[in-house]
């Protein structure tokens, strides 16, 4: 540090560095969570937020990723970018001086042409520019998105490849556990009309247009369409609903998820709806670490299942592994639970491979009010950095029928 600051340099190191001596006058930049961000505040060391889960501009902006650019995962929408807040309120307003500000990070080891450079950038970077610009109570992610498109001309302008995601259909999938439906809401920046279909068919203008939120209460596969006169329309919304006998049931889990990926909660894996891919950071899939996933479903009265479906998201890479084994449970008191059936998998063996698996379990009916579910996490094979070691498992499902 001190050959630097004799040469007109200070240093400026991510927040591993807290984990030895901390030179006098270093920055941290907090890229592991805001945890290292408000310790190196706290010690009166200037920061610059950096956290993954806001500011990796390397990671998806869609869940539609079969559509995307290879990528090298995760999951940072422009609205989650925008409802970042760098400065922890945890902090006194002396060490809040200490918060430089945000940082985007975009590393390049799956982007090849400054194109593609700028589809990942443009326009999350504006809506970073305003989270460093704006105090927290002048942001508004409705009025940024009003004034986009000026924006967004300039970039036409310009020539830059952008990405087109805000003008795409927005929907909020809203589980309703007391009328046994799901709640759909579709919107567009711009409120172009927007046409859909239930039944997987292509919506075009001949389609249903749609003129406020409708309920599903089955099997759907909804398509929908927005239709602009500039002939700027949206890519094609998609999205497949499962309405199984155990759908928008009361849940209750044993055990407890990981706090990074509790999302929503248990009623994630009853809510009709799958995710998208094996990117178990998007919301749609539930994980737990090391340990078993264990669910008690309610069906509200005496039902009869002979099949049960569980998804897993597999990604090696990420210790993120397939069920070693799932056991299915009845009771009719919640109380005293009797085995149904069980499975056991094959411990994976291929090294480095990312996947969604199903695994079907059929067995003769069984009627019962109360079901056991029971995930259990593989333990990791020998080629693996972390072998011996139990492995995370996500899950995004339980269909009972």
Not at 111 to 118: A, D
Not at 335 to 362: G, P, Q, R, Y
Request: charged share 25%.
């Amino acid at each position: 540090e001190k050959f630097l600051n004799d040469h007109g340099r200070n240093i400026i190191g991510w927040d591993e560095i807290l984990e030895g001596e901390l030179a006098p006058n270093a920055t941290v930049m907090s890229w592991r969570g805001m945890e290292g961000g408000i310790l190196a505040a706290q010690m009166n060391h200037d920061v610059i937020m950096t956290p993954t889960s806001y500011c990796y501009f390397d990671y998806y902006q869609t869940q539609d990723i079969e559509n995307e650019p290879l990528s090298i995962g995760g999951y940072v929408p422009i609205e989650k970018v925008y409802s970042f807040e760098p400065v922890p309120e945890v902090l006194t307003p002396e060490q809040k001086k200490h918060i430089l500000g945000p940082q985007a990070n975009l590393w390049t080891e799956y982007i090849k042409t400054p194109e593609h450079v700028e589809y990942m950038v443009m326009p999350r970077i504006a809506a970073l520019c305003e989270v460093q610009w704006l105090q927290p109570e002048k942001k508004n992610y409705e009025e940024f998105l009003k004034r986009l498109p000026r924006l967004l001309a300039l970039y036409d302008k310009l020539g830059y490849n952008y990405a087109t995601h805000v003008f795409d259909i927005q929907a909020k999938l809203t589980p309703n556990f007391e009328t046994n439906a799901l709640n759909v809401e579709l919107s567009t920046i711009d409120d172009a009309p927007i046409y859909y279909t239930l039944n997987g068919e292509e919506p075009t203008t001949s389609s249903t247009l749609y003129e406020g939120s409708f309920t599903i209460k089955e099997d759907a596969e909804i398509k929908a369409v927005a239709i602009r006169e500039n002939g700027k329309n949206s890519k094609i919304f998609h999205e497949k609903v499962k309405v199984s006998k155990s759908a928008f049931k009361p849940i209750v889990l044993l055990t407890q998820p990981a706090p990074n990926y509790a999302f929503s909660g248990p009623g994630m894996l009853v809510d009709g709806l799958f995710g998208k891919s094996a990117n178990y950071k998007t919301g749609r899939w539930i994980g737990f670490q090391a340990e078993d996933l264990i669910a008690v479903i309610d069906m509200l009265e005496p039902t009869t299942i002979s099949k049960a479906e569980i998804r897993n998201a597999v990604v090696t890479g990420d210790w993120v592994f397939d069920a070693s084994e799932i056991a299915i449970a009845s009771s009719d008191n919640d109380s005293v639970f009797n085995a149904v059936t069980s499975e056991k998998f094959i411990d994976a063996k291929m090294e480095n491979w990312s996947d969604v698996v199903t695994h079907t379990l059929t067995f003769d009916p069984v009627t019962a009010r109360y079901f056991k579910v029971t995930v259990k996490p593989s333990i990791i094979p020998a080629w693996h950095p972390g072998k011996g070691k139990r492995a995370f498992i996500f899950v995004d499902e339980i269909v009972l029928d």
